[in-house]
């Protein structure tokens, strides 16, 4: 970890309260829990995660995000440690996080545009998807400036800027997509085959810095959104690729499992940016 990276952890230490976003739960026995993943995406810092004093992730490596867990709806006390260095020592960063009744979220541990840690939630959208459609989202959380997002060499989503994210049901198959300098052709990431089944939602995070030239790819997917009587929405999972990798085919195709997230329906959101 650069001595730049640690002072600004340093600095971000504290308590601010961070909403998650509402879902609507479906069934009465999910009204007070919520499904939360977490994601890592500060470089070159290896860290578990503790939540009211309990380790809830640990040695917990860049580039990668947790299955969704069931949690109680109310106030966590998210505290990030060096691995091995809780749960006495000195948090790098910690963070109160309010979690809503029947959330389904991500909370993304990034660099803003500039360099300095910081957490941002996401809503994860697991709502139905039309006869062969995938929804794919794209998350700006690197340390970089504004970026155009290819497919086949033509932008789907244009201009994204670190902390946003933009989202557009897409006919499921196999994009070759890259990520580009905004308004220019200069790639930052990629290109690579991007699988987006039938019935998915696929969110991209783009993570890392720029200037440490470490800029880098990570997925998670939520399956199960098939335009189907049947149809029940589940949880995800999420994978990492090498820094500067030219094949990020892996970091789309591969996870680590799915954990089911029943009757938990989000508001359909096709093609909008949200900050």
């Known amino acids: 970890m650069t001595s730049h990276t640690r002072i600004a952890l340093a600095a971000s230490a ?3 309260a ?20 977490v994601f890592h995406g500060i470089p070159g810092m290896t860290v578990d995660v503790y939540a009211n004093g309990d380790e809830l992730i640990g040695d917990f490596k860049p580039g990668t995000v ?6 109680d709806a109310g106030t966590y006390d998210i505290q990030i440690f060096e691995a091995g260095q809780g749960p ?25 545009a500039d360099g300095k840690p910081q957490l941002t939630a996401f809503t994860n959208d697991v709502s139905q998807v039309d006869a062969g459609k995938s929804r794919l989202t794209v998350r700006h959380v690197a340390a970089a400036p504004a970026v155009d997002v290819r497919a086949g060499g033509q932008p789907v989503f244009s201009n994204l800027t670190n902390p946003k994210e933009d989202t557009a049901e897409v006919d499921a198959g196999t994009i070759n997509a890259d990520v580009v300098l905004a308004g220019t052709d200069t790639v930052a990431i990629g290109p690579a085959d991007l699988k987006l089944g039938e019935g998915t939602s696929n969110v991209v995070y783009a993570w890392g810095s720029a200037e440490d030239k470490n800029l880098a790819l990570a997925t998670q997917t939520f399956s199960g959104m098939a335009s189907s009587p049947r149809g029940v929405p589940a949880g995800g999972s999420g994978a990492a690729v090498a820094p500067n990798s030219s094949d990020l085919g892996p970091a789309f195709a591969a996870g680590a499992g799915a954990v089911a997230v029943t009757g938990l329906l989000v508001a359909r959101r096709v093609a909008r940016r949200r900050g």
């Open 14 to 16: 504290g308590a601010c």
């Open 18 to 37: 961070l909403a998650l976003g509402v879902t609507a739960p479906a069934l009465a026995d999910q009204e007070d829990k919520a499904m939360v993943s």
């Open 66 to 71: 947790t299955d969704p867990t069931s949690l």
């Open 88 to 112: 006495d020592g000195t948090p790098a960063l910690e963070k109160k996080i309010e979690v809503p009744d029947g959330a389904n979220a991500t909370v993304a541990a990034h660099l803003s």
